[in-house]
């Protein structure tokens, strides 16, 4: 059933969520009992789909927000048939019991963690990057051996559909569903009591995910934002710092939770470090980026007006437009921009901008920059181009980000070996390769009692000054 083609009512819709759930409740401990070979299996139908429909999915992109098949392979395709391609290397060693140590005063024991599934798990995906950051983590749902429910965002309704296709070629709804629809179906969802909640989106609705995970219970993975601040040094080399940046921030039209917010820029070498990033853009999109194909549009009117806003807000107060500035409301196009002279108070200096304006600081002090960041909320991530150890190692030791790249900009998510996610206002929790698998696990204490007497034996009531000597001795020496 697709919700979204004919709007239901919403009792019609309660019932459709709640028969799938139910569903998914009974199935779940089949799905949990399956082997690491059963999961590698379901995770390779899934890799052969998502390329069988690769073409088919840059062109739902393409239609949801004119993204460039290239790009669309470069961050929607290859990082789920990565992550793919690591958990079945690595799942079996997962799901092995992992041992531990046991303390001499438990002598006679010996302890393992087993990671189990934790049931029936909800992921609520968001619209910059439906397919990657929808099948990223169903990739770790799968691999930990829980049944899901998914709910991609309305925003992009032609990747949502053909996602739609691929899950019911490949799943019973029983193991795995993909829901399409509105607020009213994650609404409808969030009531529902769910082991775990994965959601991917903007902190002030992380909030509202965690409030209605509280009723329940629930754990959750909140994968959010934040203004990502990025710093570029007197030691950095400025030709490779721009084009890095120039990737990283107009990458899908700045669409990109993880994409630099600003950039601080010691003043020595500002202008140049300036010309740099506009060669940059120019050699990237062109004398005009419109003309571009390679270069997105913004997702919905909405969001282009919320833009928009930003940008004259921070007009009217004196900014100063360095590069761009140009917009085309008739197909939400915002044209890669730069802006100096960024009031405080301004929309661009408060707000996480979640688009293609690059706001201009520069510096002539590190410790103000350190300062001005810790401030703020903690970032999703902070990025650091410099060749100085010092430098480096001091902003590192010194703020607190999701994750950080040193002299890159992004790329941090594609390797299936770090965690991934935020901080408090930028996150909760970790996805990505183990740290996905764990997050849809939990990881269970076992202790086995493997000897005839444990050390507790001799001290159990009814207490003696003898037993009390033994109880002396275990604090002091264990």
């Keep these: 059933m697709i919700l979204t083609e004919v709007p239901p009512t919403l009792p019609l819709l309660r019932r459709e969520v709640e028969r799938i759930f139910k569903l998914q409740k009974a199935n779940q401990q089949k799905i949990a009992n399956s082997t690491a070979r059963d999961r590698k299996q379901k995770l390779d139908l899934l890799h052969q789909a998502v390329l069988k429909y690769r073409d088919d999915i840059r062109s739902a992109l393409h239609k949801d927000f004119k993204k460039h098949p290239s790009e669309v392979d470069i961050a929607e395709i290859f990082p789920v048939t990565s992550d793919i391609k690591h958990t079945q290397a690595h799942l079996s060693k997962w799901m092995r019991p992992k041992k531990v140590a046991t303390p001499m005063a438990q002598l006679g024991s010996s302890s393992y963690i087993h990671y189990e599934p934790k049931g029936v798990v ?55 569903a993909l829901i399409e629809g509105d607020v009213d179906v994650s609404t409808e969802l969030l009531k529902l009591p769910f082991n775990h909640i994965f959601f991917t989106g903007a902190p002030e609705i992380g909030k509202v995910i965690m409030k209605a995970a509280a009723e329940h219970l629930a754990s959750v993975t909140l994968e959010l934002g934040g203004k990502s601040p990025t710093i570029v040094d007197n030691t950095a080399n400025l030709k490779d710092a721009a084009h890095r940046i120039t990737f990283g921030k107009w990458m899908n039209n700045g669409q990109v939770c993880i994409a630099p917010d600003h950039v601080f820029v010691d003043a020595a070498i500002a202008d140049e470090f300036l010309d740099n990033l506009k060669t940059s853009i120019r050699s990237f999109y062109g004398a005009e980026a419109a003309g571009s194909g390679s270069y997105n549009r913004i997702v919905n009117q909405n969001h282009f007006k919320r833009i928009v806003g930003y940008f004259e807000d921070a007009l009217s107060k004196g900014a100063k437009i360095e590069y761009g500035g140009k917009t085309d409301a008739s197909q939400d196009y915002f044209g890669p921009t730069i802006m100096s002279n960024i009031p405080k108070n301004s929309d661009l200096s408060e707000k996480e901008i979640f688009g293609p304006i690059l706001p201009f600081y520069t510096y002539t002090d590190l410790q103000e920059v350190i300062d001005n960041i810790n401030t703020k909320e903690k970032p999703l991530a902070l990025y650091i181009y410099s060749n100085s150890t010092k430098n480096i190692k001091r902003i590192i030791n010194n703020t607190r980000a999701g994750g950080t790249c040193v002299n890159q900009c992004g790329i941090h998510f594609f390797n299936n070996y770090l965690p991934f996610g935020g901080s408090n206002n930028s996150g909760i929790g970790k996805g990505n390769g183990f740290f996905g698998f764990e997050a849809f696990s939990n990881a269970r204490a076992v202790l086995r009692q493997w000897s005839p007497m444990s050390g507790l034996d001799f001290m159990t009531p009814p207490y003696t000054d003898f037993k009390q000597k033994l109880i002396d001795f275990t604090i002091k020496w264990f």
């Design 122 to 176: 909800l992921i609520i995906s968001t619209w910059n990057f439906p397919v990657n950051i929808t099948f990223g983590p169903l990739v770790s749902a799968i691999a930990a051996g829980n049944c899901v429910i998914m709910k991609p965002s309305e925003h992009t309704p032609h990747a949502s559909a053909i996602m739609k296709k691929i899950i019911d070629e490949l799943f019973d709804e029983a193991e795995v």
